[in-house]
């Protein structure tokens, strides 16, 4: 699965901050869900794993 950035999809329009801090929250989205579905299986990590001892 190849998303497009928005960037290129979306016509270029004038920018202001609004546009350059929803620019960033989507690229970011799209990183974290990419990284989400990506293809290769490992192990969780210790430091993300919460552990309550008895």
Known sequence: ???????????????????????????SQSISISKAINCQESPVKEKHVRYRGI
């Open 1 to 27: 699965m190849c998303a497009l950035p928005l960037s290129k999809v979306l016509p270029q329009r004038k920018s202001n901050s609004l546009d350059a801090e929803r620019e960033n929250f989507e690229r």
